[in-house]
Structures are given as C-alpha cells and as structure tokens.
T-cell receptor, first 116, second 114 residues
Framework: AQKVTQAQTEISVVEKEDVTLDCVYETRDTTYYLFWYKQPPSGELVFLIRRNSFDEQNEISGRYSWNFQKSTSSFNFTITASQVVDSAVYFCALRGFGGSARQLTFGSGTQLTVLP | GAGVSQSPSNKVTEKGKDVELRCDPISGHTALYWYRQSLGQGLEFLIYFQGNSAPDKSGLPSDRFSAERTGGSVSTLTIQRTQQEDSAVYLC????????????FGQGTRLTVV
C-alpha cells in the first residue's frame, strides 16, 4: 500500500519569507515517482515537479527547490522569498512502478497563505 | 485541445437523479484517471484506465458509480441515484503513460446534490 503524509494542514507566512512544505511517503516499491502539484484558488491542479526514486539529486527551479531524501522517505518543497501569488494548496503525490503504478496517491495537502 | 477538458464545469442535481460527467483527455495520452475532491479535502482516487487494459475500479465508493472510456479517448463517469454525500469536485487527469510521467488535470466538475 502507498501512503503520503503532509502533516502541515495550513501554513501562513509573510511575503518574502522562505517556507518549506513537508512530505513523507510510504511505499513497498523500490522504484517509484514523486510529484508536487499546486492548486490555486481557481481549482485546477498544476504540475510542478516529478522525481524518480533512483535520482536523489535535489532540484532548484527559480524560487522553488525540492529536497528528496530516501533515507527518511521525504520529499520536501521549499519556496524562497515567497510571494502572494504562491498562496495555494500544495499536494505531494506518489506513484509506484508496475502493479501499483496505476494511481497517484495524494497527500491531504497543505494550504499555504502568503500575506502581503 | 491542448489540455484536459471536463464538462460540465458545474452541475446541480436533485437527490436520486443520475448524472454523467465527461472527460476529454489530452490527445495521445493513454492513461486516464478520475479523482474526487470534497470541500477542503485531498484527492480521492476513483478509477483508472490504461489503454485497452481492464480499468482499476478499486477506488469507486459504491456500485452507484461507474465509468467507461470509449475508443481509448473520452471517458464518462456516471453516478446513479445521487446522494448528498456525492457533492464534490470530480477531477479527471491524463498522462502519456504510467509510472514516470506526470498526470495533467482538468479543471473539474463541481457536483452539487440538493
């Protein structure tokens, strides 16, 4: 069985602060894929990043960075110098390989509010 | 179209009526997913189609829910005898294949059962 835990239900920061969204996952697969999605108030889920389990190199994209640590089964997401437009619900998701690759298992999401 | 298209965007129905929700995936995408998102909640997996394989129906909450995918493209999610607890946003997603490819989501159908 797969499970994704986002323990932070809501986070509120002031603009320009850095913020880290936590994601912890469980899977029996040795090969798996991790994702982050953003859901702004408009409701549509926007893909942010995909990470393969065999690639632990961290990634930076502009103000976004992701820290994948297999040893702790975590895939955390950091926004540097947050902006009001970053306010959204952020979902972490996991998809296994082979038989369990059929579905994306989502965490419960973290509501991020960036205050001006 | 360029993205996943869902219709209708909003649907209000009376308790006990049947509803059909449509999803038009991205052209060429062989995998198609349906999820349900209740107010303020995460995404609940409903059903998954991959090519001509038998669908994974393990997430359907009851036998009132069914889905089909015709010609490996458009999918219809049907809810029979709707109940108030069926009120939610129903999201469809498609991906080029499974595993290492990301899924792209439509804007969803907001279903309200009154």
């Amino acid at each position: 069985a797969q499970k994704v835990t986002q323990a932070q239900t809501e986070i509120s920061v002031v603009e320009k602060e850095d913020v880290t969204l936590d994601c912890v996952y469980e899977t029996r697969d040795t090969t798996y894929y991790l994702f982050w999605y953003k859901q702004p108030p408009s409701g549509e889920l926007v893909f942010l990043i995909r990470r393969n389990s065999f690639d632990e190199q961290n990634e930076i994209s502009g103000r976004y960075s992701w820290n994948f640590q297999k040893s702790t089964s975590s895939f955390n997401f950091t926004i540097t110098a947050s902006q009001v437009v970053d306010s959204a619900v952020y979902f972490c998701a996991l998809r296994g390989f082979g038989g369990s690759a059929r579905q994306l298992t989502f965490g419960s999401g973290t509501q991020l509010t960036v205050l001006p | 179209g360029a993205g996943v298209s869902q219709s209708p965007s909003n649907k209000v129905t009376e308790k006990g009526k049947d509803v059909e929700l449509r999803c038009d995936p991205i052209s060429g995408h062989t995998a198609l997913y349906w999820y349900r998102q209740s107010l303020g909640q995460g995404l609940e997996f409903l059903i998954y189609f991959q090519g001509n394989s038998a669908p994974d129906k393990s997430g359907l909450p009851s036998d009132r829910f069914s889905a089909e995918r015709t010609g490996g493209s458009v999918s219809t999610l049907t809810i029979q005898r709707t109940q108030q607890e069926d009120s939610a946003v129903y999201l469809c997603a498609s991906s080029f294949r499974t595993g290492d490819t990301e899924a792209f989501f439509g804007q969803g159908t907001r279903l309200t059962v009154v």
